[in-house]
């Protein structure tokens, strides 16, 4: 069975009948394996602008202390998984929401403690997504686990699926943002190799949430994973998902 790994971003999930939702189910319905990993920058941001804490960035990482590990905790496990898994679930397709305190789903090593509370996907336990598949159960992973003094990390949710994709022998990666793809002078670029997304991200092209989203797939490809594609969703569900790709 192919897996599909779907990461969807928190920049396209727009509230409402949500299109992409819709797509990502429609696949999911065509069989083989799916997962999704779902971001939620944007609530994140409003949460912490309510609660009176400051966003900061640093290469598109969002600086995460304890603070707002504790908000990026809640929004993403307690609101915005949950809100995707109740919307699949009304689709026809029933989900699960879990982060990685979930059965041990997976733990989270530090990156640069100049960050806070961020880092990268260390152990994964592919038999939880597993026995949700075999229960057919579509697994809804929010990017936000344990790390080391059992303390909450926040993981960008673009690395966390590509860890996901590279861990579970994945045919695919499709990271669903709310831009066609890596623009260039805005027109979309089809294919993106290695040595050209260095260029783009080295000549500021490639920015902000970009810079992550297009490092999680080389990164994803690399490590084996058949394909990574940033897109809008465009063909999501049909044949031939449009963006750009990233291929061995
Ligand atoms: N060259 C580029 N082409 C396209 N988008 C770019 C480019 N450079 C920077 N961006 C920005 O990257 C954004 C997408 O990344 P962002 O992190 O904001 O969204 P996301 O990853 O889908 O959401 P989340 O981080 O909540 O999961 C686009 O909305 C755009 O503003
Ligand atoms: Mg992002």
Known sequence: LETTVIKIGGASLGGGADPVVAAAARHARRGG?????????????????????????????????????DVVEMVLAGRVGRALAAAFTAAGVPAV????????????????????????????????????????????????????GGRTFNVNADDAAADLAAALGAATLLLVSDVPGVLVDGRLLPRCSPAQAEELIAAGVVTAGMVPKVRACLRAVAAGVGRAVITDGAGLGGDEVRGTTFAA
């Not at 997962?35 to 990482?61: K, N, P, Q």
């Not at 038999?127 to 080391?148: F, K, M, R």
């Open 97 to 148: 929401s879990l982060s990685g305190k979930d059965a041990g789903l997976f733990a989270v090593e530090p990156l640069d403690p100049g960050l806070g509370q961020v880092g990268h996907l260390g152990r994964v336990e592919a038999g939880v997504l597993a026995a949700l598949w075999g229960a057919g159960l579509l697994p809804v992973v929010a990017p936000v686990g344990p790390g080391p």
């Open 33 to 69: 394996r799916t997962l999704v990993v779902h971001g939620g920058g944007s609530e994140i941001t409003a949460w912490c602008r309510r609660l009176g804490i400051e966003s900061r960035f640093r290469d598109g990482l969002r600086v995460t202390d304890a603070d707002t590990a």
